[in-house]
């Protein structure tokens, strides 16, 4: 036996100096010698394993546990084999096994955590990866499993909304693993999530300068200038993404926004197509059995126009529905049912049905985004003929009589959009923003607001100076009628501002310091809108300075 363990010493030696050949011949002389000699046979395994003969190895290490069944080393080089393997869940059990018989070897807890996390259960690789980098601080493989870890657990945070926790989990990757790219990155996202763009602004440009290539980065920078209010930053950051992707649905539509926010119309509409291929506009995209219209003159043959997004994008565009039975066409629009009362007085309309109820018989079909780029829409000829929207006899008479007649100015208020939309934190001021203007003398208040009007009203204490109209709305056709009544309409970026734009009432937008592409740059008023007025956020997050500019106007007024 001295002399087995003498050998045994010596085949180590080799093996640890990297002469394999050597040290795998004198391990199967040991093994010749002594065929029971477990640690011989788990080693010449080893071997096998490091020179890529994983089966073998694999072979030699299950006949040293069957001799020997409690070494952990054993197990844990067992899991390393099977992970060689892809034989993920057995080499779980491997290392699983391994731990229990020393839960405190911290290389063995950093392979638990790898196989984790190649099985995706991230948050128990957590759970190993931060024992092992306890026990062992400076074990490479234990820390760059942290890393991954953390940034899987992150990004489970992510997804479920978390975001504190995401963006703990993200800055610990980034600690442990600097030159993690996609920690950076996913950090930068959550950013943006929580409205700290220069925050992200700053993590995209850090992971390009490490080397990063990937086009979403550019195309991430490129939303980010966007809403930073420097349009043409983002351009450029697109044009980047787009040189090494140019097929890239999500970037093209964000520069198409870019383009349009520009008046680059022409192009801007053309790239706007592409929304089509995106993934927000899977609810939206259907199979069209007939073509698509183009703007070409019809003789009679129906078109169908179909609402897609949200009510403001139909209410805006609706100004084309006579434009296109001025091209011979006979008009039937499909939309929302709130909206049906209402664009169902459009001139030119002859019928106007449900959305996702069975479509009438008809030759063509366009969406209604799509109206502009057909009748080749520019800045100078954007139609702006108000009003092209007109509530029903009966709601009107309806609400003159709820909202009567007064001294002084009767004001409508929304303070924020729906929460259906992506960024409504952003262009929602909130009730409280408005404080200042209810300080006014000789003004009457009435809320214009749909979603949580009383609860709104009752936790600002403001049920005794708002008029709660809302709550009594039924469709469109009731809120037009409403505005009608009233001297002027306060609304952020949302469906009741242009519906008062497209009934010609005067209407004050107020709006973020980046606000979305239709409102342009640099504008107080509205092309598209001849009664509007646009109030701008000075800095980023700085709804006061709008609603100070409202107020100065209204004591002139």
């Known amino acids: 036996m001295p002399d087995v363990n003498d050998q045994l010493a010596k085949a180590v030696a080799l093996h640890r100096d990297g002469r394999l050949d050597e040290a795998a011949a004198l391990y199967r002389a040991i093994l010749d010698g002594a065929p029971g000699q477990a640690d011989a046979r788990h080693l010449l395994g080893l071997i096998r394993h490091q020179q890529g003969d994983h089966a073998g190895a694999l072979a030699d290490i299950d006949t040293a546990i069957a001799l020997v069944s409690d070494v952990a080393m054993y197990h844990a080089n067992r899991s390393r084999v099977l992970t060689a393997l892809d034989r993920h869940p057995d080499a779980l059990a491997a290392a699983e096994r391994a731990v229990a018989f020393e839960p405190d070897n911290a290389e063995t807890l950093s392979d638990l955590a790898g196989v984790l996390l190649r099985l995706d259960r991230a948050p128990e690789a957590l759970t190993a990866a931060e024992r092992a980098v306890s026990l062992a601080p400076g074990l490479d493989a234990a820390r760059r499993n942290l890393a991954l870890a953390r940034f899987e657990v992150g990004f489970l945070a992510q997804e479920a909304g978390d975001l504190d926790a995401a963006e703990a989990l993200y800055r610990g990757a980034l600690e442990l693993d600097p030159e993690r790219i996609e920690a950076l990155v996913n950090l930068g996202n959550v950013f943006r999530l929580r409205y700290r763009v220069a925050d992200a602004a700053l993590c995209y440009e850090a992971a390009l300068a490490k080397g990063c290539v990937l086009p979403e ?35 093209r539509r964000n520069r198409a926004q870019a383009l349009l926010k520009q008046g680059r119309f022409e192009e801007g509409w053309r790239e706007f197509e592409w929304r089509w291929l995106t993934a927000h ?10 073509p698509r219209w183009t703007g070409q003159p ?18 805006q565009f609706a100004r084309y529905l006579p434009m296109v ?30 959305y996702g109820t069975d479509a009438p018989n008809h030759d063509y079909q366009i969406p209604m985004m799509s109206l502009p780029g057909a009748f080749a829409t520019g800045a100078a000829s954007i139609p702006a003929d108000v009003p092209y929207l007109v509530p029903a006899d009966a709601a009107r008479a309806k609400w003159r009589e709820r909202i009567g007649t007064g001294d002084g100015r009767r004001i409508g208020l929304v303070w924020k959009g729906s929460a259906n939309h992506q960024r409504n934190d952003w262009r929602s001021p909130g009730l409280a923003a408005f404080l200042p203007l209810m300080e006014l003398e000789g003004t009457t208040w009435f809320s214009l607001q749909k979603d949580d009007e009383a609860a709104d009203l009752d936790g600002m204490g403001l049920t005794d100076r708002i008029t709660a109209l809302g709550d009594g709305f039924v469709d469109f056709s009731d809120t037009a009628a409403a505005i009608e009544c009233l001297d002027l309409v306060i609304s952020p970026d949302t469906a009741v501002a242009h519906l008062a734009g ?55 007024a």
Not at 281 to 290: A, G, I, L, Q
């Open 325 to 354: 039975a001025e091209r011979g066409a006979k008009v039937i629009v499909e939309c929302p049912r709130p909206l049906m009362s209402l664009l169902a007085t459009v001139a030119g309309v002859v019928e106007v049905f449900e």
């Open 281 to 290: 506009f899977n609810h939206f995209r259907r199979d069209w059995v007939k």
């Open 217 to 251: 980065v550019f195309g991430n920078l490129g939303v980010i200038r966007q809403e930073m209010g420097d349009t043409a930053a983002a351009i450029k950051c697109y044009d980047r993404a787009l040189a090494a992707e140019p097929d890239n649905p999500e970037i």
């Open 502 to 556: 497209a009934l010609a009432r005067p209407v004050w937008l107020v709006l973020p310091f980046a606000s979305e592409w239709r409102w342009l740059e640099h504008r107080s008023d509205s092309p598209w809108y001849p009664t509007m007025r646009l109030f701008r956020q000075a800095a980023y997050g700085d709804w006061a300075s709008a609603v100070r500019a409202m107020a100065m106007v209204l004591k002139g």
């Open 298 to 315: 019809l003789l009679g043959e129906t078109v169908l126009i179909h609402a897609e997004q949200g009510y403001g994008d139909s209410l």
